[in-house]
């Protein structure tokens, strides 16, 4: 197993969107492994910002309120970094449909941004990227290996796909050492729980803590990859402290698929309680429905000493261990 004690202890560590779950989940690993950890985040509501996601170890960090749009403080952030983790996004599908500039200001432009600041003042700095899966669109084949084609079906997707362009682009150009990542669907603690915008899994676990109706769209038999946040972060970190990683797109799950209905059935089993129901697709979800989806991690495990720990069920009652701890903080 990697020593990332001594690979990240004393390293100057940026991560953008760090009051989200993902982010916030790095930092709890970063900090007692002696990380010097700055965290960034506009807290742009619906997003999930949440200031309780760190506060056992916001002593032992810092917080920026900023956005990665602002140029000029990005272009302080991003100098002294030895890693950047640009994880800031708009995340909902559907609300970039919606409002498809905001979208491509904040998942373009914004890291744009802060990738060019990083070639004016920071070139040496590692720099991670956090894609989506919807990048693929209809998927041909399972599972899902770097050589699927992208049909980005949504704005989203698009300007996600031209992101992960643009890391390529200042990595062949400019030699800045990226690592792209195409993330299946994340859940897990730290999540936001106020709406079903992104993170189904969260979502529907406080559905079923308030014994309300979790609907399922069609048969439930569609297939999904669902990554247990830990495992998701232990991933980023590898591949950041890996020079073999630079220059890399990775795909990331859990590289197992789990139907949608059998997804529910676990959770409500583990929570107690809830109801589920059975409805048509929406037409907005139609949209941007791509069929069966399994994450093909081959490439990723041969490249970095990782595999994913946590199994559907494992995560899904640690996650609901840890609202019902925390509920307060959340809802």
Known sequence: MT????????????????????????????????AKVTLVDACIDPYGANLFNIENIRS????????????????????????IFNLAGQVSHNDSIENPFLDADINYLGHLNVVENMRKFNPRAVVVFSGSRLQFGRIEYNPVDEKHPLNPRTPYALNKTAAENLYKFYFEMHEIPCVVFRIANPYGPRSQMKHSKYCMINWFLRLAMENKTISIFGDGEQMRDY??????????????????????????????????????????????????????????????????YITNITKLQKTIDWKPRVDLRTGIQQTFDYYQRHRAQYW
Request: hydrophobic content about 45%.
């Open 3 to 34: 020593d990332l004690a001594s690979l990240v202890n004393g390293k100057r560590i940026l991560i953008t969107g760090g009051l989200g779950m993902i982010g916030s989940t790095l930092a709890q690993k970063l900090v007692p492994l002696g």
């Open 60 to 83: 032992q960090l810092t917080v920026n309120i900023a956005d990665i749009r602002d140029k000029e403080a990005m272009k302080w952030l991003v100098r002294g970094q030895d890693i």
């Open 227 to 292: 990554i247990y946040v830990e495992d998701l972060a232990d991933a980023l970190l590898l591949a950041a402290v890996t020079p073999a990683c630079h220059g890399e797109i990775f795909n990331v799950g859990s590289g197992t698929g789990a139907r949608f209905k059998e997804m529910v059935e676990i959770l409500v089993d583990i929570v107690g309680q809830g109801k589920v129901q059975s409805v048509p697709w929406p037409k907005d979800y139609v949209n941007v429905e791509t069929g069966d």
